[in-house]
């Protein structure tokens, strides 16, 4: 018997994975690509709120776990996770005046920089920018299929999807196509929907999308820029020009209207060329109070979920991964804020 099947891999898959790996906990991953979104996700390790200058819940904390877990895992290959600084362009005098009282609060002064720059000379806006300290970027699809390799060499992965018919579960086990398992933990993003012991957790579809373009004369590669979208260095003069939000198409295929809104809003900030080259969409897993969702199925002792990280997964699942196995191993409380008990009047 192994101590645990997760079913899924993406952010929530591959933190709570290794938090196993690093207890000496055996594991089987079970996960199709069915939903897109750590895939596609920007990868930006942001803990300011950029649209009102506000600390992201837990920014502080979750910032310190999350670079220490991704150093961990990235090492020795330093490229899938760098600092890189990302440059707020103001949208107005007033914008600008909100980010120096912003930068003079105690809890926003170490990320927020009071020296204000001149913009990048291909950016059209007329104001300075801002720069965020404290800030990373993640390759996280690359991390995500090194990870899966890995676990495939060392039998544990099952590319497949998880069939919630077969799954026995007993007081003290799982058993799933005669493997039996001590604990099973759904990590299954906006896929959650169709599953029918977690169905009723109020988890909400938000499609994103990017355009991917090129532009040699840009030189921002080391650089993230924020105006209303995020413009994030991809590599070799491509960039990432997003996210929308979106409650429709709850789909991983690209739409016409978020390529022609991304589009435009691109040409009103560039001044150099640009060619549009990809395309990219994915949905995230939103809570209604922003909260992930971690914790026991009100009924199954040994069934838990780990999902809702919303548009902050990467900086918040490390921490989180943690507590959910110090939770499942050693009666830890949850913290309430993401406990699923919350929420246990929608399974009632
Ligand atoms: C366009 C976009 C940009 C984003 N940018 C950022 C960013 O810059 N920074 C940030 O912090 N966050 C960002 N996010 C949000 C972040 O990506 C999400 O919070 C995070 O990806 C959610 O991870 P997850 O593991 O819960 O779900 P997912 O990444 O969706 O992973 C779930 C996995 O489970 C699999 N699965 C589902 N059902 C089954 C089943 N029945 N059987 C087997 N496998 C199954 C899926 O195929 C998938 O592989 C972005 C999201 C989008 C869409």
């Keep these: 018997m192994k101590d645990f099947l997760i079913v899924g891999f993406g952010i929530a898959g591959l933190t709570f994975s290794n938090r196993l790996q690093q207890n000496n906990l055996s594991f089987d991953v079970i996960s199709d690509s069915s939903q897109k979104s750590s895939r596609v996700a920007g990868g930006v390790l942001n803990p300011v709120a950029l649209k009102r200058y506000k600390l992201a819940w837990n920014a502080d904390s979750f910032l310190r776990e999350a670079i220490s877990f991704y150093k961990s895992i990235t090492y020795p290959s330093t490229s899938d996770f760098e600092p890189v600084p990302i440059h707020k362009i103001f949208s107005s005098i007033q914008d600008q005046n909100d980010w120096m009282l912003a930068s003079d609060n105690f809890q926003l002064s170490s990320f927020l920089n009071d020296e204000l720059v001149i913009n990048n000379p291909e950016i059209s806006k007329n104001y300075k920018s801002g720069i965020v300290k404290h800030t990373f970027l993640l390759d996280l699809k690359n991390i995500l299929e090194r990870k899966e390799s890995e676990f495939l060499k060392n ?30 933990v759904f990590c299954e993003g906006f896929g959650v929907v169709q599953n029918p012991y977690f169905n009723w957790l109020p988890i909400y579809g938000n499609k994103g999308e990017y355009i991917i373009f090129h532009a040699p004369d840009l030189n921002s590669n080391h650089t993230i820029l924020k105006s209303k979208y995020f413009i994030i260095p991809v590599g070799n003069d491509c960039y990432k020009f997003g996210a929308t939000y979106s409650r429709d198409n709850l789909n991983d295929i690209p739409t016409p209207k978020a390529r022609s809104q991304l589009k435009e809003n691109l040409s009103a900030l560039l001044n150099c060329n640009f060619e549009i080259v990809d395309q990219i969409a994915g949905v995230r897993p939103t809570v209604s109070d922003r909260k992930p969702i971690l914790g026991k199925h009100p009924k199954y002792q040994n069934m838990y979920v780990f999902n809702g990280f919303g548009s902050r997964g990467i900086i918040s699942a490390p921490s989180l991964s943690k507590d959910l196995l110090l939770h499942i191993t050693k009666n830890q409380t949850l913290d309430k804020d993401v406990d699923i008990s919350r929420f246990l009047k929608f399974y009632l």
């Design 155 to 184: 039998s544990c992965f099952i590319k497949a999807s998880f069939d919630y018919e077969k799954i026995d579960i007993q007081n003290n086990k799982i058993t799933y196509q005669n493997n039996t398992y001590r604990y099973i």
